[in-house]
C-alpha cells in the first residue's frame, strides 16, 4: 500500500513538475509572441490603442490556453471546463451585443482610420470636429462648442464626410431677376471674390448659372479657401453679395405666382 502510495504520488508530482514547466514555457513563449505582434503593428503604423489591445488580447488568449493544457496535464477533465466557458462567453456577448457592436465599429475605425482627431467630420447624423476616438464612441465638438458623444456603430452604419482636406470650397447660390443683366451680374460677383483677402487664386472661383428657376435666374459662386477659413469667408461672402447686388441695382425676387382671375356674367 505505501507502495502504491508512493507511485501516486510520484506519478502527480511528474506531472505537476510537467504542468509548471508547461505554465513557465507557455508564459514565455506568449511574451515572445506579444512582443512579436507589437512590432508589427507599430511597423505599419496601427493606432495605439488597437495595438496594445491586440496584443493585450493574444497574450491573453495563449496565457488561456497554455492554463488549460497545464490542467490537462494533471488530469483535469478540460472538456467541460471549455464549455462552461464558452457558454459563459456567450452570456455575456448576448448581455453586451450592443457594447460588442460598438466595440467592433471602434476598432474597425481605429484600424481603417477614416478619421482622426482633429478631423471636421459629418457622420451618425452629427457634424463636428474629432473631439476624441474612443473605442466605443466618438466625441465629436460643434462649431458652437457643444460635445456630441456619438456610438461607434452609429458612425458606421451611414455615411461619413471627412472634410479634412487643406482647401474647400464655399458653394452659395443667389438668384437675380429675368430682367437683370446676367453677365454683368457675374461680373460683379466675380470681382467681388477676386478682391477678397481670404478667397484663393488657385483654384480659381468660379460663378456660373445654376438653373432657370421659377421666379429667378440662380447664379452659383463657388471660391476656394483654406479649411480654417471656411465659416469666415461663408459669413462674409453672403453679405457681400447683398450689398454688391443692392448697388448695381440688382433685385433678388421673392418666390411670387401669377393669379389670373375671369370674370363670368
Not at 488549460?68 to 448576448?94: D, E, P, R, Y
Not at 456610438?151 to 437675380?176: E, F, Y
Amino acid at each position: 500500500m505505501v507502495e502504491n502510495l508512493y507511485e501516486t504520488v510520484s506519478a502527480f508530482a511528474i506531472k505537476l513538475i510537467v504542468a509548471i514547466i508547461i505554465l513557465i514555457v507557455g508564459i514565455w513563449v506568449s511574451r515572445i509572441i506579444r512582443m512579436g505582434v507589437q512590432k508589427v503593428l507599430v511597423k505599419r503604423e496601427v493606432d495605439a490603442l488597437v495595438s496594445s489591445f491586440v496584443t493585450r488580447l493574444v497574450y491573453y488568449l495563449i496565457i488561456v490556453f497554455v492554463v488549460i493544457a497545464a490542467l490537462g496535464n494533471l488530469g483535469v477533465q478540460t472538456a467541460s471546463l471549455i464549455a462552461v466557458f464558452g457558454a459563459a462567453g456567450l452570456a455575456i456577448g448576448l448581455a453586451l451585443q450592443g457594447s460588442l457592436a460598438n466595440f467592433a465599429a471602434g476598432f474597425l475605425i481605429l484600424l481603417f482610420k477614416p478619421y482622426k482627431t482633429g478631423d471636421y467630420i459629418e457622420g451618425g447624423g452629427e457634424a463636428g470636429a474629432v473631439e476624441r476616438l474612443q473605442v466605443f464612441s466618438t466625441i465629436l465638438r460643434t462649431s458652437d462648442n457643444k460635445i456630441i458623444i456619438i456610438p461607434n456603430a452609429n458612425m458606421l452604419s451611414g455615411n461619413i464626410v471627412n472634410n479634412n482636406q487643406k482647401n474647400r470650397r464655399v458653394d452659395l447660390t443667389v438668384g437675380i431677376g429675368y430682367d437683370d443683366d446676367m453677365e454683368k451680374a457675374r461680373g460683379i460677383l466675380m470681382d467681388m471674390l477676386k478682391q477678397h483677402p481670404l478667397v484663393l487664386k488657385d483654384p480659381e472661383p468660379q460663378v456660373a448659372v445654376a438653373e432657370l428657376g421659377d421666379n429667378s435666374v440662380n447664379l452659383t459662386i463657388r471660391p476656394w479657401v483654406k479649411r480654417e477659413d471656411y465659416w469666415t469667408v461663408h459669413a462674409e461672402i453672403t453679405e457681400q453679395i447683398k450689398l454688391q447686388l443692392d448697388k448695381h441695382g440688382f433685385s433678388i425676387p421673392y418666390p411670387q405666382q401669377d393669379v389670373h382671375l375671369y370674370k363670368h356674367e
